[in-house]
Structures are given as structure tokens and as C-alpha cells.
């Protein structure tokens, strides 16, 4: 298998894009609470948030279309309302996150300035990437990811080869479910049916790539972005669990700062600074810059309608951007468990072949996942001794996945008794 300069270039940007302010500080957290079961809960942990998102990007790579197409086998107005509902979220949670998890962690240490005008800094240069968004691959691709891996396998191997006390037990009742659940804070498979349209333009502003060729890149380059995500997850999971018998805390920042120290001494928390900018920065102009596509594309091309979505969503950024990293993440779960599950389902059915999924398998597929994850959303809002009975009897709902095995018992028999219709057809 070959690859090509622009191959590696697409790769590395896929994987800054992707790597941004909760990949960076959930799992080491996740590890540490994992304790000597960090291998358990990495393999759930990469199954939600390496797995499915490149899979996503798999997707793309097969369609080279918006997310509408992605969408859009379930029913035009449902991929309308769909994408909305995924841009409105990346918006105002993901994206402000970036830049909360830059203040606690570059700034606030260091700097006697809010959070407020760290948020406004921070947006007004987001938004000269996004209007400049033909030079994001390159730059990216180029010279910002390999500075963030740099530094990561520094302090990772530095950290793993450093003696400490013996590590604790898990504190999970379910190791490997926490790791599929912490996962879905990471919004990488948000990020990748969002990241993977602004990748296909920007192959197709950059040069005049045919669909073959652009379909080998992409799919190249969603592998070996795969690979660094699962290889940087894994370090993290496992520095975290190492130090776990070494370090009391509850706080993910803090640990983060703890095992940069405890790596690279005073000057790994210069370089976690420098880390955690980069990181955020490039998933904050990667979700503003898809969003901004994504009404461009419904707004006939306009290009005043992206330039006034990318001002806009860079103001919400700073509206909300100035609120705690801890807070930002608990009022994001409501919002995970209703999109994610429907958001899983389209990715592993675009990755499929077409005879596995046709639009009645969408259909079916994508509407008993969301009745079904409906009790997970509804967790958060209502008592949950109100839920108490409907989750009894939905296998796996007390692990807030019990839309998992309806979504797949759908998608069997959809495809046995369509494939019994089409057999009936041929033979009549």
C-alpha cells in the first residue's frame, strides 16, 4: 500500500483535528480511575472514540458529500434536521471547551488576564483560520501535528518509565462500558462526521483530485490517523493508571499537570502549555470551519454565509468559552446521549456495503436507536427512579447502552426479510 506526501499531510491533520481539549485530558483521568484494568477500559475507550470516528471518515471517503449525504438515506428532512442538531452542538460545547481547557491550563497559571478576554484572543484567531480555511490542511497537516505528537511521546515515555508505587484497583463497576461512555466526551464521532466534509473540500481546493484519488486519500489517511489517535490514547490511559497509587486528586486538569511535571520536571508544564494551545486550537478552527461549510452548502455557496457563520459561531465560543472546563463537560452529557447513539449507527451504516444498507435499513436502524436511547437522554433530566421500571427490561440501558442490541436485531432482520422480498421478486 502506497502513500503519498499529501496521504501523510491529510493524516496529520485528520489526527490535530480530531485531538483536541478531551483527548487530551480524559484519559489520563480514565486510567487513573481504571487502575491496573487500563487495558479494559482503553480497548472501550478506542472502540467510541478511534473506531467510530474513523470509520466515519471511511464513510466520507466512500460519499465525498456534506453531512446532509450522510444523513440523507433516512430522509431528506431528517438530514437536514440532523445536522443542525450535530453543528449546533459542536458550537457551543466542543468548540468553547477548547478554549476554557486553554485558559485553565496555559493560561490562568501563568497570566492575570480573564477568562473573558483569553476567550476573545483565543476566537479572533480561530476565526482568521476558518476565513482563510484553503491554507488549514497544509498548515496543519504540516507543521502544527508533529509538534503536538512530539511532545506528547515525550512526556507519555518519560512518565511510563518512571518508578512509582504499585498501581490500585479499578474504581469501575464496569470497566469496559466507562471506557465506550468516556469516549462519547471526546465528540469524536461528532468530529468525525463534521471533520471528514471539511477534509474532502479541502483536497478538492488544494488540487484537482479525481474521485478515486481522493477516495485512497482520505481512506490512507483515516488509517494511519486511526493508529496515532489509538497509540496516544493508549499512552495516556496507561500514564494515568501508572501514577494512580502516587497521586490523590479528582480533577482531570490537574492530573494532566501532574504528569507533565512528574515527565519533563518544571519545563513539561512549558511544553504542556504549548501542547494543550495546539490541541485546542486545531479542533476549534476544524469544527467552526465544517459548520461554516455546512451553511455555505445550503446556502446556495454563499460566501457571506460562511464568513457570517464562522463570526458567529466564534462569538458563541467566547460567550460560553469562559465557563469551567467541569462544567462545560456535565451539561454536555444530555446532549451526547441523544446524538451519539444516532450518530454511531449512520457512521457504521455508510461503512458498510450498499447491499447491507439500503435506505429501509437506514430507516428502521436510525428510528429504533433513537426510541430507544431515549431513557439514556432522559436520565439527566428527570428523576431517575422515574426510569427505574423501562430500564429494568432494555438489556444493557443501565449502562446507558440500551439502544445497542434493538439497533442491531433491526438491522438483521431488515436485511433477512428485504433480502427474502428481493428473492420472491426474482423467482415470481
Known sequence: MKYSKQ????????????????????????????????????????????????LAIYGYAKLQGTMLDFANKVSPLFAIVYSVCVYVISVTLPAPRTASVTYEMTIQP?????????????????????????????????????????????????????????????????????????????????????????????????????????????????FLSGLGLLL??????????????????????????????????????????????????????????????????????????????????????VAIGQFDVHYIINIALPALMFIYPITIVLILLNALPKKWASKTVFKAVVLVTFIFSIPDFLQFLIPEENLEFIKSIIPFSGNSMGWVLPALLTFIVTNLVSKSFQSKEVSS
Open 232 to 317: 496516544i490514547y493508549g499512552g495516556l490511559i496507561a500514564l494515568g493508571a501508572h501514577y494512580n497509587g502516587s497521586f490523590q486528586t479528582d480533577n482531570r486538569t490537574e492530573l494532566l499537570s501532574f504528569l507533565s511535571t512528574e515527565a519533563l520536571g518544571n519545563i513539561g508544564t512549558v511544553f504542556l502549555g504549548v501542547l494543550v494551545a495546539l490541541a485546542c486550537f486545531t479542533t476549534a478552527v476544524g469544527i467552526l470551519t465544517g459548520t461554516a461549510d455546512f451553511v455555505k452548502g445550503i446556502a446556495n455557496n454563499s460566501k457571506l454565509a460562511y464568513t457570517i457563520t464562522a463570526i458567529f459561531g466564534s462569538i458563541i465560543g
Open 110 to 222: 501563568y497570566f492575570n488576564i480573564s477568562s473573558f478576554w483569553l476567550s476573545v484572543i483565543y476566537f479572533s484567531v480561530v476565526l482568521v483560520f476558518v476565513l482563510n480555511r484553503n491554507k488549514i490542511l497544509n498548515f496543519i497537516g504540516k507543521f502544527l501535528t508533529p509538534l503536538i505528537i512530539l511532545i506528547l511521546l515525550f512526556i507519555i515515555g518519560i512518565g511510563l518509565f518512571t518508578e512509582v508505587s504499585p498501581i490500585n484497583n479499578s474504581i469501575f463497576d464496569n470497566t469496559f462500558t466507562e471506557g465506550i461512555l468516556e469516549g462519547y466526551q471526546t465528540f469524536d464521532a461528532i468530529g468525525g462526521v463534521l471533520v471528514g466534509g471539511v477534509i474532502v473540500i479541502s483536497l478538492s481546493l488544494q488540487s484537482n483530485y479525481s474521485f478515486a484519488e481522493k477516495k485512497s486519500i482520505i481512506t490512507k489517511a483515516g
Open 7 to 54: 496521504t501523510f499531510i491529510t493524516a496529520f491533520a485528520l489526527f490535530s483535528l480530531f485531538f483536541g481539549a478531551g483527548n487530551l485530558i480524559l484519559p489520563p483521568f480514565l486510567g487513573y480511575n481504571a487502575g491496573n484494568s487500563w487495558g479494559l477500559v482503553t480497548f472501550g475507550f478506542a472502540l467510541s472514540a478511534v473506531v467510530i470516528p474513523i
